[in-house]
């Protein structure tokens, strides 16, 4: 059985201003990798926007790519702690995506029409 996308988009403080080649540099990084459909830089506010396939990705993987490629992401309270509470959500989504109702958790049928 094949799941339909779950695209979500998330928006990545970068801790210093942005060089001329930062852009291309971000869009190698993280451009034709499985599960991201768009990378979108903006350089006026430092921060990277990224649509990806939450059944593919987690955005633990995007800053570890990113981190990897020397890109420093903002550790300042508000970023950080919203990065967190992405993480957290984004973990209880794909165990709820994976979790197998059991048959007691089925509505009961109706006798009288199932004749």
């Not at 998330?10 to 991201?36: H, Y």
Request: charged content about 25%; some cysteine.
């Amino acid at each position: 059985m094949t799941r339909s996308p779950r695209l979500v988009t998330r928006c990545l403080k970068l801790a210093r201003p942005s060089d001329p080649g930062c852009e291309t540099r971000i869009r190698e990084v993280l451009e034709g990798r499985e599960g991201i459909y768009r990378v979108d830089v903006l350089p006026l506010r430092h921060q990277v926007a990224v649509t990806y396939d939450l059944c593919h990705l987690r955005l633990a993987t995007i800053e570890g790519w990113l981190g990897d490629a020397g890109f420093s992401l903002d550790v300042s309270i508000i970023p950080r702690l919203h990065r967190q509470w992405v993480h957290f959500t984004e973990e209880n989504e794909a165990n709820h995506q994976a979790h197998l109702p059991h048959c007691c958790n089925k509505p009961p049928v109706n006798r009288r029409t199932a004749r």
